[in-house]
């Protein structure tokens, strides 16, 4: 196959930032997305030229590391896959292919198609776990969890951290991300007791962290690898709720 | 000019004695305290945010101490442990199916061939029940049973039901629990967090580890961090190999500069090669990707007959296929070790009877078991990984067997380390697949995830408050000479690298090498082998030294200037691979000697020659190690040939 990528070039984050074409020539339908970039590189190393940037890492779609837009869409066409997983069948021979990062407020653009994800780990110092000190911990069948509500608890907990939600939100919004650590601990009997403090910990986090509020435009669930469902959001808001009612008599909250 | 020479044994000053299960309640006895108010004082360092970094740092942190905590990825929950996708084994004995902590122990060391300590071992299985407990306390969703109870499963081969695990994403699941107990850590202020950081020297002052030499990832600054001990959980080198299951970043660059200051490097050639893989699809292939070991399972293994046979799969009629691995092994049958399923594999292929554009592939065929137990229910157990299977290879693996071929997986060898989990170097602590302890010559399903996780939380919080109590060690700063040397040291690596401007790229050497290395330190090695390959490393890296070609400068993210420094230590590594490989002559668990095998093929370990862990000790690039031996006895589980027919 042979492409046409358009690639957006940034050399760092005070760059303003372009969009830059190279043809691709003998590209197989067997190669991964990443693998196609891998020689691009390779032939703009060898021509002189710097290589594109690109975050990677596990590149069997559970890392979370890569994102990218292609051509407008998180991860590409195919639906449940990561860019990494994401292989050049999917493309016409012929094809002009956009590369773009991640666009947030809350993920600022570090080179080429690189942001910083941190505000996400921000979200999760501010209440996304149990507090369990190791060796605190009762015998694990002390406390049984229907399976109903275990199997749910991990739908939620399949989030690989990856951004494209917040990507593909008009509003720029990390409220799937979010709700679905709350989804999965809150549907547990571990999570109970920080449960009302959780939510209101991790939402003003995310707040703070500049990413915007939720419009339930559902773009987010659309193109999660994960398919984290949109309904996740509802049970964050229903304890949200629940939780600045209970404000007044909640210690440290 | 000779390859090794060999220096004095080595012992393992922390081992205690008695009976193998009062072990390790006696070394936490004697383990010396430190008191809350000092370990306020108290700074430690943990390079790696994986099952082992990420739970060490969280618990250190819970004790009171200070934890600086780094990782190359951009957040401490990319770890590579994420991926492990079977389960985790624990001696909870919740079946009721004659498992225990002996069993496990057992199990253990005998999949090991006989090349692990049994102290660790054991120790291994007593903190395997605890893990379950804490990891379900941190709200991490296992599997369940309708009653709410934990399910659990067989996996590997294992005549129980001991395997817990949530999916195929277990080890994501894990790594969650223990990256948000670190996250709390930090928010609290008790773990400062550097992530896109990377390792690059460590600092020995006065014999002791003192601190770290990093380099920014994203601005290109070098620092130097001290602390008063620190812990390498930077995982295993797989990716030496070029393809490898490993994430693309995996490296071995902390583990070596630490072996370069005088850490031994233990049985390096021990390397597990995972049987079910997904196989290479063209030269721009840049990793493998596992097949969970579940599917074993269910699905059949075979190759057809006669060579060369391009029929599809399911034009070969019945009588002309052979389900290789249940004709070879008619009581373990398709769920044979992975060492020796992979063996089996290369074997079939090198007959000429490989599946597959490449010819190097074997079927896994889910037929029978689609008839037996319908789709549905196929669906249901492995639903997601035919999913990955198709979207990967493009083929229906419900209408057409999956092929599949070994790939690089695990590496059992690693920094020695002794009881305590202590290096050679005091105060270096090495922590999961970063170090070779528990896993002899071979690692068993599921094991991985527990040590990780025994070593993080349960062991090394307890081990390292025995060195600090035996502090504080004199105040040093980034000013100290050895420090300023490890940091220039790091600068002139640098600035070599990007000086060369050679033409040819870092993926291109990091490729040849790799291919040397699975051809010759793969699944099968013989001595005409590693020499050749000793010789083509040596003449490659020579080559890598005067034509890399690294683009721009050391001043912000530069992806390739990061790839060509670790591309640069696995140069090294490779070579004492071979070196390793090469000295024993015998065959255990990943390391088959093709001249060391019995009447029908299968490993003919040497234990009165081999039983023993290799330590190297680094003299100088190409110059020769020393080998340091230290005596493996076996008290409790008899050392016997080990038999899957």
């Known amino acids: 196959m042979n492409l046409t990528l358009r690639i957006w070039r940034q050399s760092g984050p005070q760059d303003k930032g372009r969009m830059v074409t190279y043809p691709v020539d003998d590209v197989s339908p067997d190669m991964s997305f990443l693998e196609m970039l891998d020689v691009l590189n390779e032939r703009l190393i060898l021509a002189g030229e710097e290589p594109v940037a690109f975050d990677h890492d596990c590149r069997e779609g559970i890392c979370g590391m890569c994102g990218l837009m292609i051509n407008g869409d998180a991860h590409g066409p195919q639906r449940g896959t990561t860019a990494c997983q994401l292989h050049m069948r999917q493309f016409k021979d012929g094809e002009t292919i956009d590369i773009e990062p991640w666009r947030a407020r809350a993920f600022p653009v570090i080179k080429d198609l690189v942001v910083n994800r941190n505000a996400f780990d921000k979200i999760i110092a501010a209440g996304g776990y149990i507090t369990a000190p190791t060796g605190s911990a009762p015998e694990a069948h002390a406390a049984p969890v229907a399976k109903a509500n275990a199997d749910a608890a991990f739908e939620s907990a399949a989030c690989i951290g990856c951004g494209a939600c917040v990507a593909a939100c008009p509003n720029g919004s990390g409220m799937l991300f979010t709700a679905a650590k709350v989804t999965q601990l809150s549907l547990l009997p571990q999570g109970q007791p920080e449960r009302y403090t959780r939510v209101i910990g991790m939402v003003d986090a995310h707040d703070e962290a500049g990413f915007g509020g939720c419009t339930n435009a559902g773009e987010c669930t659309a193109v999660c690898p994960k398919g984290i469902p949109l309904n996740t959001i509802g049970r964050l808001n229903r304890d949200y709720l629940t939780a600045t009612a209970k404000r007044g008599d909640t210690p440290g909250s | ?402 092929r599949i071929y070994p790939a690089v997986h695990y590496t059992m060898g690693g920094l020695w380390v002794d009881y305590d989990l202590q290096s050679t170097i005091p105060g270096l602590f090495v922590i999961g697949e970063a170090n070779f302890s528990d896993h002899g010559a071979n690692r068993l399903g599921a094991s991985a995830l527990m040590q990780g996780l025994a070593d993080g939380y349960f062991v090394l919080p307890t081990t390292i408050a025995h060195y600090l109590a035996s502090g504080p060690r004199e105040k040093v700063d980034a000013s100290h000479p050895a420090a300023v040397q490890a940091r220039r040291e790091v600068e002139d690596r640098i600035a070599r690298l990007l000086a060369v401007d050679g033409d040819r790229t870092v993926d291109s050497f990091h490729r040849e090498l790799g291919q040397i290395m699975w051809e010759h330190c793969g699944m099968e090695r013989s001595e005409a082998g590693l020499r050749k390959a000793i010789d083509e490393i040596r003449a490659l890296r020579e080559q890598f030294w005067q034509r890399v070609r690294v683009p721009g400068d050391g001043e912000g993210l530069n992806q390739s200037l990061e790839k060509a420094g670790r591309v640069a230590d696995f140069f090294e590594l490779a070579e004492l691979m071979c070196v390793d490989a090469l000295h024993r002559e015998e065959s255990c668990g990943g390391h088959f000697r093709a001249e060391h095998q019995t009447p029908d093929g299968e490993a003919q370990r040497d234990d009165d020659r081999f039983a023993y862990v290799a330590a190297w000790e680094y003299t100088g690039t190409g110059e020769p190690a020393v080998l340091h031996k230290e005596d493996l006895t076996f008290e409790y589980v008899h050392p016997t040939q080990r038999s899957y027919k």
């Not at chain 2, 200070?66 to 590579?80: E, G, K, L, T």
């Not at chain 2, 006669?306 to 398709?334: K, M, T, V």
């Open chain 2, 1 to 402: 000019m000779e390859l090794f020479t060999e220096g004095e044994p080595l012992a393992d000053p922390k081992a205690p004695d008695g009976p193998v299960e009062k072990r390790w309640e006696t070394r936490r006895f004697e383990a010396k305290l430190v008191n809350p108010a000092n370990r306020r004082k108290m700074t430690v360092i943990v390079v790696g945010t994986g099952l082992a970094g990420g739970s060490a740092a969280a618990t250190l942190a819970e004790q009171g101490y200070r934890v600086r905590s780094y990782c190359y990825q951009d957040s401490p929950r990319r770890a590579h442990s994420i991926a492990a996708q079977g389960g985790i084994n624990a001696a909870k004995n919740y079946r009721n199916d004659g498992d225990s902590v002996h069993r496990l122990f057992y199990d253990t060391v005998k999949g090991g061939d006989f090349r692990s300590r049994e102290s660790n071992v054991h120790r291994l299985a007593e903190v395997s029940v605890n893990i379950i407990d804490q990891c379900v306390a941190q709200g991490v969703p296992f599997a369940r049973e309708y009653g709410g109870l934990l399910d659990t499963r067989s996996f590997g081969g294992a005549q129980v039901q001991r395997t817990f695990y949530a999916r195929g994403q277990t080890g994501q699941q894990l790594l969650l629990g223990a990256y948000q107990a670190l996250e709390r850590q930090i928010g609290l202020g008790n773990v400062e967090m550097h992530t896109r950081h990377e390792m690059l020297e460590l600092v020995v002052v006065d014999g002791h580890a003192r601190g770290i030499v990093v380099r920014d990832m994203v601005t290109g600054e070098i620092s130097t961090e001290m602390a008063d001990a620190v812990v390498l959980a930077s995982g295993g080198y797989g990716n030496v190999f070029y393809l490898s299951t490993n994430a693309k970043g995996c490296n071995v660059t902390a583990s070596w500069r630490a072996h370069r200051k005088g850490a031994y490097f233990a049985n390096p050639c021990y390397t597990q090669i995972h049987p079910t893989c997904i196989p290479v699809s063209g030269d721009h292939q840049s990793k493998l990707t596992l097949m969970s070991e579940s599917l074993r399972n269910d699905g059949r293994v075979w190759v057809p007959q006669h060579q060369d046979d391009d029929r599809a799969p399911r034009d070969i009629p019945e009588d002309e296929r052979d389900y290789y691995l249940e004709r070879i092994y008619p009581s373990f049958g398709n769920l044979v070790p992975r060492d020796i399923a992979s063996r089996a594999a290369k074997n079939v292929c090198d007959e000429g009877r490989g599946v597959g554009p490449t010819k190097l592939g074997v079927y896994l065929d889910f037929a029978d078991a689609i008839d037996r137990l319908g789709r549905k229910a196929i669906e249901a157990k492995y639903g997601n990984l035919f999913e990955m299977y198709e979207r990967i290879t493009g083929e229906d693996p419900y209408q057409v067997p999956m």
